[in-house]
């Protein structure tokens, strides 16, 4: 089979946030305790209690941005129980979360803490279904305040001279279910009131995030829309958020019954791309309503709740929602990065739920104190950090389809970037059983000095695990050959493969 992607070096595109590559860890399960908190006590190597192998391995994604603390976890947090000496902080039972006991032990300060050692930017989200708007307002003072001020001496008092840098403030989380079973109008409400107090405490302006739609609920996201034009009529009211958000999780079967993470056959293999690939209608489909209201995309959406959502891993707890990664985990990983990609200059932000040992983990940490694994998906991540901040190629492919339940599924897929005069293209091949020859041609550029990998295996359903970690890995990408039009390349069944080259305009 033959694939033909044509990319259109001439007409450059918005860029490419490096907010669309962020993460998310909640407290759930092992996603915090264990995965990225140990203690200070802990005989796993750490800073501060932060694991350092989960630190290391992060940085290598250049992660951008950090959610924290959930999730349905948010509307139950209030941030006061997890500041000061940690022996004092108020232990709680995390009844959302496998009914386990949460000590508080990570909070705002070692958050924080994490995030400097990432490099990474926090995305704080508030909680709107059981908190009040002074608790959130404190908050963002709390971190932010630069001068003298009730909530910044608190900081003082607890270690903190210096503000920190957060910009980025979710109001609430899935504010329809979880985080208050709300109507979108009741919502829309409260969300006009808690962002009006939260103010910066410096000179860094906040990105207000308003709690989106449940899926393809777009008359939710139109409720919230509608509000633009209302606030902008009043002198002296300011819009008290910036974006605004949905969330979409790929499920192979159904939510009661969403198959395992590793036993699937080619049935389950194509339903779960058909789903990832909803993600295109998804975001079009919320997109087309932000329009309506705003026509100049002053407003951003968020995509931050995404990935793939499996039944957990047998014997572990349910509520820890642990589920092993495959290569399967990670088609859906770059065809959703291709989506976000062209829908760039709406979409500001994305993050994948979730980080470590949370369903669609970059990183699995074993609790008898084995060694950390990388995930496929991680891989993903890692080959496409040069996405991040570049600009945009418009980016067109005329490849082959396989029939799925009556419809045509595209199986090739691809995006392009460009920054300093280099060129980073993205293509895979999510065919179960054929590999693709893929015509590279590039319009309006030469390229050269081209180098590729490539990350496959025998099977889609192949994981990577303690003592056997590069199951699934990047590789050189072989036999990448140069054309009149541009580059030739073959991709095996159900691979990924990042090529660079350097690129001259014509």
Request: charged letters at 20%.
């Amino acid at each position: 089979m033959t694939a033909v992607v044509t990319i259109d070096a001439d007409r450059p595109g918005p860029t490419i946030s490096r907010h669309l590559y962020g993460h998310f860890a909640e407290h759930l399960g092992r996603g915090i305790y264990d995965g990225m908190w140990v203690g200070e006590d802990s005989p796993v190597p750490d800073v501060r209690g932060i694991r350092l192998d989960v630190v290391e391995a992060l940085r290598e994604l250049n992660i951008p941005n950090l959610r924290w603390p959930g999730g349905c976890f948010a509307d139950r947090y209030h941030w006061r129980d997890g500041i000061g000496p940690r022996q004092d902080r108020p232990a709680l039972i995390n009844t959302l979360w496998g009914g386990t006991l949460e000590d508080n032990a990570f909070g705002t300060h070692e958050f924080m803490d994490l995030c400097e050692l990432l490099g990474a930017d926090a995305y704080v989200c508030g909680n709107i279904g059981s908190g009040t708007v002074q608790e959130m307002s404190d908050w963002v003072e709390y971190l932010t305040g630069a001068g003298r001020s009730p909530m910044a001496d608190l900081r003082r008092s607890h270690g903190r001279d210096e503000p920190w840098t957060v910009r980025f403030w979710g109001l609430g989380n899935e504010t329809w279910g979880c985080g208050g079973n709300m109507r979108a109008e009741a919502y829309a409400d409260l969300a006009r009131q808690f962002g009006t107090f939260c103010r910066s405490g410096n000179e860094t302006p906040l990105y207000r995030v308003a709690a989106g739609a449940d899926g393809a609920d777009t008359a939710w996201t139109e409720t919230l829309m509608r509000v633009v034009p209302e606030i902008g009529a009043h002198p002296f009211a300011a819009v008290p958020w910036e974006g605004v958000s949905v969330h979409y999780y790929t499920i192979g079967g159904t939510w009661t019954d969403k198959g395992s993470a590793t036993a699937f056959g080619p049935e389950e293999y194509w339903r779960t791309i058909v789903a990832a690939q909803g993600v295109d209608d998804l975001l079009r489909a919320h997109a087309a309503v932000m329009d309506v209201y705003d026509p100049d995309k002053k407003y951003g959406m968020v995509l931050d709740e995404w990935g793939t959502w499996w039944d957990v891993e047998p014997g572990t707890n349910p509520g820890f929602l642990y589920q092993q990664n495959t290569l399967r985990d990670a088609m859906v990983a770059a065809l959703h990065f291709d989506v976000f990609h062209r829908f760039a200059d709406r979409l500001t932000m994305a993050n994948i739920a979730q980080t470590v040992n949370v369903l669609q983990a970059m990183l699995l940490t074993d609790p008898d104190g084995g060694p950390m694994v990388r995930t496929p998906t991680f891989h993903v991540f890692e080959m496409n950090k040069g996405h991040h901040d570049a600009t945009s190629l418009p980016t067109h492919v005329a490849g082959p389809s396989r029939a799925v339940a009556g419809r045509d599924v595209p199986t090739v897929s691809a995006s392009a970037s460009t920054r300093d005069g280099s060129m980073l293209v993205s293509v895979t091949n999510v065919d179960l059983d054929a590999p693709v020859e893929i015509e590279l041609q590039v319009r309006g550029g030469v390229v050269s000095d081209a180098t590729g990998r490539v990350l496959s295996a025998g099977s889609a359903a192949a994981y990577n695990r303690p003592g056997a970690a590069d199951v699934v890995s990047p590789v050189g990408l072989d036999h990448l050959e140069r054309t009149p039009a541009g580059l030739r390349l073959t991709l095996p069944p159900h691979s990924f493969a990042t090529v660079s080259a350097t690129i001259q305009h014509a």
